[in-house]
């Protein structure tokens, strides 16, 4: 299978039975509609809903999705009208510029292309085929439901869903309108209904005549109405109460959309992870305390088992031996720790960072005690001394262990570096990415290997070159000021194309 790439794995062979006319016999069909450069623009045009798959033959993930997705779409070819799924391989250099104009960064990414591409929107749903089918045909339909019926009302909003339905004296007008735009805005993510009547609603004030905004979920009051329709602060509405007050982190699949919608959320993340035992309940209820208090602050709690959380503590860079603790991150990315944190503290520790009053935590490896290697490690704790302050002119790579393109690039840049040797003004650097802090606001590393270039005089440039020896020298030497430049601090692109693997994104 694996020496036929995605192309093997994406045939489902079915069996179709004949009439009485003729014998029974098995065919074998694709539904999946293979797309490339040659043929991609003019299918695109002619639907007005498809769903497209940017994949790499070579990409483990792709490799997973095929056979789902390959169900998925044999099953909705035969909805009225069909509904079409379709791939491509944006690794393929023939499509590359299809790849970048969709701003393709790993794999399988999927889009969702309404109007013959003019609309794109992200696919956010299951990888599975089931809910593949389930996702895309309420992708496919209006973005919000119109509820007629008690019944109605019932099978859109359930017991354990969140949706956010309009209540209108008439279906037009600003109010309308603007829930209306919104719906189709965050349709990828949010469930949207509308009615006449409120009455038909299972919860809340029924006499309302609208225009109103009830908000239904399964946790905390149940329901939130809002009468704001200015566009922006019905977003903020829509996306602050999708969310629990304290969003749990566990082994619960119930719980696992709420936690993505958690770390998608612009606010500021407060997290508290713990280990069961004697004192995690009086600690989750100080906790939930605190986010009651909080309320309007621009704040999101989430409270995580360590057992079920390991994923994120490595992120942050903590240790087991840190827990029960309380991690910040802010909307740039500045964290705050608290470790070892016990109940009493909790409220004070709030009070303290709100008030500016707790140092920014910085996830770092150790500083090397030797550094003698051609090209020298560099760690978040260093990243001032050897790069920012260094008064040097340093090429460095951002990568992460398991790269496999990063393998490769490993003894090109020793090569670059003993280029440069006798040159020291030069410094050949790389930083484990997967590790250490990054400053967000001078590099912008969204795949590895990620090489940036920081010249003697302040100017940062992402290097897009090709990968080998000659490029990487005649790029430093190009970048590389003049004895008495000024200083500068702009941050520039060197050529047009991206590197052909901000790809390893694949395993993120």
Request: hydrophobic share 40%; proline share 5%; with cysteine.
């Amino acid at each position: 299978m694996a020496s036929n790439g995605f192309a093997m794995l994406s045939i489902l062979v079915l069996a179709l039975f004949a009439s009485s006319i003729r014998s029974e016999e098995t065919e074998t069909k694709e539904f999946v509609l293979t797309l490339d450069h040659s043929n991609f623009t003019d299918t695109i045009n002619k639907h007005d809903f498809i769903v497209v798959e940017f994949y790499a033959p070579w990409c483990g993930h792709c490799k997973s999705l095929a056979p789902e997705y390959e169900k998925a779409a044999a099953e909705l070819s035969s909805q009225s009208p069909p509904i079409f799924l379709a791939k491509i391989d944006a690794s393929e250099e023939s499509n590359k510029g299809i790849a970048n104009e969709y701003k393709i960064q790993g794999f399988p990414t999927i889009k969702i292309l309404r109007k013959g591409g003019k609309s794109i929107q992200d696919y956010n749903g299951p990888r599975e085929a089931a809910g593949i089918v389930t996702y895309v045909k309420k992708q496919s339909g209006p973005a919000s439901a119109e509820i007629k019926s008690a019944d109605g009302a019932a099978e859109v909003i359930g017991e354990k869903s969140v949706v956010a339905v309009g209540v209108f004296p008439k279906l037009s007008g600003e109010e309308f309108d603007s829930f209306m735009a919104v719906a189709e805005k965050l349709r990828a993510d949010y469930d949207f209904a509308h009615t006449l009547d409120a009455k038909l609603l299972p919860r809340g004030d029924s006499s309302v005549a609208g225009p109103v905004v009830r908000l239904f979920k399964p946790f905390d009051e149940l329901f939130v109405d809002s009468k704001d329709f200015n566009g922006e602060a019905l977003e903020k509405f829509v996306k602050e109460s999708s969310i629990p007050l304290v969003t749990v982190f566990d082994k619960d699949p119930s719980n696992h959309p709420y936690v993505s919608k958690f770390f998608d959320s612009p606010a500021t993340k407060v997290m508290m992870f713990v280990n069961t035992g004697e004192t995690a309940e009086s600690l989750k209820s100080k906790f939930r305390e605190v986010a009651t208090s909080s309320k309007g602050q621009d704040l999101a709690f989430l409270v995580g088992d360590a057992e079920s959380s390991q994923g994120a503590l490595q992120y942050f860079g903590l240790e087991e031996s840190q827990v029960p603790l309380i991690i910040i991150q802010t909307s740039d990315s500045k964290k705050y720790l608290k470790a070892n944190v016990v109940v009493d503290q909790i409220e004070s520790w709030m009070k303290d960072f709100k008030d500016g009053k707790v140092a920014a935590h910085k996830k770092s490896q150790p500083i090397p005690a030797e550094n003698n290697e051609p090209v020298k490690v560099v760690v978040a704790e260093s990243l001032d001394d050897m790069v920012f302050n260094s008064g040097k002119n340093v090429l460095i790579e951002f990568y992460a262990p398991w790269c496999g393109h990063c393998q490769k690039l490993a003894p090109i840049l020793d090569e670059v570096a003993l280029a440069f040797q006798n040159d020291p003004s030069v410094i050949v650097a790389k930083l484990d990415a997967t590790a250490n802090d990054i400053p967000s606001d001078t590099f912008d590393v969204k795949g590895f290997p990620t090489i940036y270039f920081r010249s003697a005089d302040g100017k940062v440039v992402v290097y897009e070159g090709s990968r080998t020896k000659e490029d990487f020298i005649s790029f430093i030497e190009k970048n590389k000021p003049a004895s008495h430049g000024e200083e500068s601090s702009t941050t520039i692109r060197s050529g047009e194309h991206k590197t052909e693997e901000s790809a390893a994104k694949d395993e993120l």
